[in-house]
């Protein structure tokens, strides 16, 4: 059974979060996968939300507890490989917009959406 078949039996979504990042203490940028694994069928703004303040907030405060403090990353940057069925929404441009307005430390925040099975091999 594939990996898609199993979840959606579950009833369930798994959310995939690439992190590239730099990695202060050794000096060099690095990436680190994270996901999420929710019940929410529809991959809502909240969702989506949720998932990536976790993995901000992650970052944030590895960069915090550094010799001596980092500042919080000020950029982000987002992408998906299926924009059919991830993160589809009418509205996600304006969840973008309001993130980077509340209170998250974000100056910017970049959405990528490539065509379902574009961009494989890249």
Same mark, same amino acid.
């Given at each position: 059974?594939?990996?898609?078949?199993?979840?959606?039996?579950?009833?369930?979504?798994?959310?995939?979060?690439?992190?590239?990042?730099?990695?202060?203490?050794?000096?060099?940028?690095? %990436? %680190?996968?994270?996901? *999420? $694994?929710?019940?929410?069928?529809?991959?809502?703004?909240?969702?989506?939300?949720? *998932? $990536? +303040?976790?993995?901000?907030? !992650?970052? +944030?405060?590895?960069?915090?507890? *550094?010799?001596?403090?980092?500042?919080?990353?000020?950029?982000?940057? %987002?992408?998906?490989?299926?924009?059919?069925?991830?993160?589809?929404?009418?509205?996600? !441009?304006?969840?973008?917009?309001?993130?980077?307005?509340? +209170?998250?430390?974000?100056?910017? $925040?970049?959405?990528? !959406?490539?065509?379902?099975?574009?961009?494989?091999?890249?």
């Amino acid at each position: 059974m594939s990996q898609m078949k199993w979840f959606k039996k579950l009833s369930t979504v798994i959310l995939i979060i690439l992190a590239h990042y730099f990695d202060h203490v050794l000096g060099r940028r690095a %990436c %680190c996968t994270h996901f *999420c $694994i929710t019940d929410d069928l529809e991959k809502t703004n909240e969702m989506i939300t949720h *998932c $990536i +303040d976790f993995v901000r907030e !992650f970052y +944030d405060q590895k960069n915090a507890a *550094c010799n001596p403090p980092q500042p919080p990353y000020a950029h982000l940057f %987002c992408g998906s490989d299926n924009a059919a069925n991830q993160a589809k929404n009418n509205y996600h !441009f304006s969840w973008m917009i309001d993130y980077v307005e509340e +209170d998250h430390g974000l100056l910017t $925040i970049q959405q990528n !959406f490539t065509a379902e099975q574009h961009g494989k091999g890249i």
